[in-house]
């Protein structure tokens, strides 16, 4: 099995991406709010929380002992890539920075 990928958004719209990502071989774990996500047979561990819980996103990864190898994906709202940064910072994950998403989603400037 190749590294553990924190998969942020487990519904219809996901579904393709948690497949092709099983085809790969990953450690996929969900987090979702709706705790019947269509995608959460798709992964290797769900959790059923908002991708706008940092507290609880960053419990996940010190239980399933996430680490800068490791990677995150989300193709869920705009908004769940806030959550997606915030963890990989914690973990020292390659992803955009928490500031730089916050320009992205900046409806003002």
């Given amino acids: 099995m190749s590294c553990k990928l924190l998969f942020l958004g487990c519904n219809h ?6 497949e092709i990502l ?7 774990l969900g987090v979702d709010i709706n705790p019947n996500a269509p ?3 798709l992964c290797d561990s769900f959790v059923c929380t908002g991708y706008d819980n940092l507290r609880k996103l960053i419990e ?20 769940a890539h806030k959550g997606a940064a ?21 409806k003002f400037c």
């Fill in 13 to 18: 719209n996901q579904v393709s991406y948690l």
């Fill in 22 to 28: 099983r085809e790969q071989d990953w450690f996929i």
């Fill in 39 to 41: 995608g959460k047979t």
């Fill in 60 to 79: 996940i990864g010190k239980k399933e002992k996430f680490s800068h190898k490791d990677k995150i994906f989300t193709a869920s709202a705009q908004f």
């Fill in 86 to 106: 915030h963890f990989a910072n914690f973990f020292k994950i390659n992803y955009p920075t928490e500031k730089s998403i916050d320009i992205c989603l900046n």
